[in-house]
């Protein structure tokens, strides 16, 4: 309302795009929610925001604003009113713990050990309330990406450079660890392509998931995966030698609407047997379909119909959303690809995690994040998911970092 000189809208965090960073020097620093809540910059940022939402609540009872005024000031009213809530709600938490903390500090007797622990384990509490507030009040801050509700096209590739027979098992572990994790979600999970390999692994598969948030939670499980596992059969079994192997994952978002136009000519169509899993029609008729885009050079199959033209359907949609994609990675990334940065060249050096079963150890290079238990992960059930949320909470983190940081250079720079 600048011809009222009283209030002016503030973005929320909107004016930047985040990923996660490989080697952001915050990360010591602002390991979980509430250490970076503590932060200054935060402070200074969420009490601007709660003053504005004070001023905008006033200026609404005002009886001069006219119907676009008031429309203006009820949506940014609407922004600002969960995050002032969560703002009070942890200021709240915060005096309690430090009223906890001063009581503790005086109940060192004997007399006074069961209160203690009592005190103690409500700190505990308390502070894991802290945490889940600072990470709902950052989920606010932080903004929606445009496809976070989009359903998606995953694909799997077994590693081309190392690890042989090791990465095609791996990749079939790993395909069956995202179907898993898509029950557990309660999701849609559909076979579009599956090309095993000869001893029971798998050279390529992709699937089309649907359901709430998929591309949220999955988004940054595209990369390249290492594999590190003694092999169960051959010399290597009986001597013992941890062998090392690679796959890679492609998530790509597939709005629910992809208008892209194209052009029949364009298309090379070829027909062939399906390979693997699929029934008694497999390698008895020409059901799977391959599309091939002459003008990108774009390629789809699909075999998980037994009739050709369903199959064809689906790959019509699958390359659609490919080409749609093209224009998803300009507004994700004006440097460099979103398929490319997941994809990368395969080499071990710009893996993402690591599994290595010799030590029962997955590690997440980008967070710095151990977990145990490889078999659970592998489950696709709460390890994985846990796993997940995890970078999600990093990537919110870095987000609103970075976010302060541009403010106090452009702040600095007058």
């Given at each position: 309302?600048?011809?009222?000189?009283?209030?002016?809208?503030?973005?929320?965090l909107?004016?930047?795009?985040?990923?996660?960073?490989?080697?952001?020097?915050?990360?010591?620093?602002?390991?979980?929610?509430?250490?970076?809540?503590?932060?200054?910059?935060?402070?200074?940022?969420?009490?601007s925001?709660?003053?504005?939402?004070?001023?905008?609540?006033?200026?609404?009872s005002?009886?001069?604003?006219?119907?676009?005024e008031?429309?203006?000031?009820?949506?940014?009213?609407?922004?600002?009113?969960?995050?002032?809530a969560?703002?009070?709600?942890i200021?709240?938490?915060?005096?309690?713990?430090?009223?906890?903390?001063?009581?503790?500090?005086?109940?060192d007797?004997r007399?006074?050990k069961?209160?203690?622990?009592?005190?103690?384990?409500e700190?505990?509490?308390?502070d894991?309330?802290?945490?889940?507030?600072?990470?709902?009040?950052?989920?606010?801050?932080?903004?929606?990406?445009?496809y976070?509700?989009?359903?998606?096209i995953?694909?799997?590739?077994?590693?081309?450079?190392?690890?042989?027979?090791?990465?095609?098992?791996?990749t079939?572990?790993?395909?069956?660890m995202?179907?898993?994790?898509?029950?557990?979600?309660?999701?849609?999970?559909d076979?579009?392509?599956?090309t095993?390999?000869?001893?029971?692994?798998?050279?390529h598969?992709a699937?089309?998931?649907?359901g709430?948030?998929?591309?949220?939670?999955?988004?940054?499980?595209?990369?390249?995966?290492?594999?590190?596992?003694?092999?169960?059969?051959?010399?290597?079994?009986?001597?013992?030698?941890?062998?090392?192997?690679?796959?890679?994952?492609i998530?790509?978002?597939?709005p629910?609407e992809?208008?892209?136009?194209?052009?029949?000519k364009?298309l090379?169509?070829?027909?062939?047997?399906?390979?693997?899993?699929g029934?008694?029609?497999?390698?008895?008729?020409?059901?799977?379909?391959?599309?091939?885009?002459?003008?990108?050079?774009?390629?789809?199959?699909?075999?998980?119909e037994?009739?050709?033209?369903?199959?064809?359907?689906?790959?019509?949609?699958?390359?659609?959303?490919?080409?749609?994609?093209?224009?998803?990675?300009?507004?994700?990334s004006?440097?460099?690809?979103?398929?490319?940065?997941?994809?990368?060249?395969r080499?071990?050096?710009?893996?993402?995690?690591?599994?290595n079963?010799?030590?029962?150890?997955?590690?997440?290079?980008?967070?710095?994040y151990?977990?145990?238990?490889?078999k659970?992960?592998?489950?696709?059930?709460?390890?994985?998911?846990k796993?997940?949320?995890?970078?999600?909470?990093?990537?919110?983190?870095?987000?609103?970092?970075?976010?302060?940081?541009?403010?106090q250079?452009?702040?600095?720079g007058?």
């Amino acid at each position: 309302l600048h011809n009222h000189g009283i209030w002016r809208p503030k973005p929320l965090l909107d004016t930047a795009r985040f990923t996660l960073s490989f080697n952001s020097r915050h990360r010591k620093n602002h390991q979980d929610s509430q250490a970076l809540w503590k932060h200054e910059a935060v402070q200074k940022y969420l009490e601007s925001l709660s003053k504005e939402y004070q001023q905008v609540s006033h200026q609404l009872s005002a009886h001069s604003l006219n119907d676009f005024e008031q429309r203006t000031l009820r949506r940014r009213c609407a922004d600002l009113s969960p995050i002032a809530a969560a703002f009070q709600e942890i200021k709240k938490a915060e005096r309690e713990v430090q009223e906890l903390e001063a009581m503790c500090t005086e109940l060192d007797s004997r007399d006074e050990k069961q209160l203690l622990e009592l005190a103690l384990e409500e700190k505990e509490s308390l502070d894991k309330k802290m945490n889940m507030l600072c990470r709902k009040l950052f989920q606010l801050l932080v903004p929606k990406e445009k496809y976070d509700r989009s359903p998606v096209i995953l694909e799997v590739t077994a590693g081309r450079t190392t690890g042989g027979d090791i990465c095609q098992q791996f990749t079939k572990e790993m395909f069956d660890m995202y179907q898993s994790y898509a029950d557990y979600k309660r999701w849609t999970f559909d076979i579009v392509n599956y090309t095993p390999a000869e001893i029971g692994g798998l050279h390529h598969a992709a699937a089309h998931i649907s359901g709430e948030n998929v591309y949220r939670h999955l988004k940054y499980e595209g990369g390249t995966h290492r594999v590190q596992r003694i092999p169960e059969t051959g010399m290597s079994s009986r001597m013992q030698r941890v062998h090392t192997g690679t796959m890679s994952v492609i998530v790509l978002p597939q709005p629910e609407e992809v208008d892209i136009k194209v052009d029949p000519k364009d298309l090379r169509i070829d027909t062939f047997r399906a390979k693997g899993a699929g029934g008694q029609h497999v390698n008895k008729t020409d059901s799977a379909v391959r599309i091939v885009h002459l003008p990108t050079g774009l390629a789809v199959e699909c075999q998980q119909e037994r009739s050709q033209q369903l199959n064809k359907e689906i790959a019509l949609r699958t390359l659609r959303a490919k080409l749609y994609q093209q224009v998803v990675e300009k507004q994700l990334s004006q440097e460099q690809s979103a398929r490319k940065l997941q994809l990368g060249t395969r080499a071990q050096s710009e893996r993402i995690r690591t599994y290595n079963f010799t030590q029962d150890r997955v590690t997440d290079h980008r967070i710095s994040y151990d977990a145990r238990n490889i078999k659970e992960i592998l489950s696709g059930k709460e390890a994985l998911d846990k796993l997940i949320n995890r970078l999600l909470e990093f990537a919110e983190i870095e987000a609103v970092t970075q976010y302060l940081e541009n403010l106090q250079a452009l702040e600095g720079g007058g």
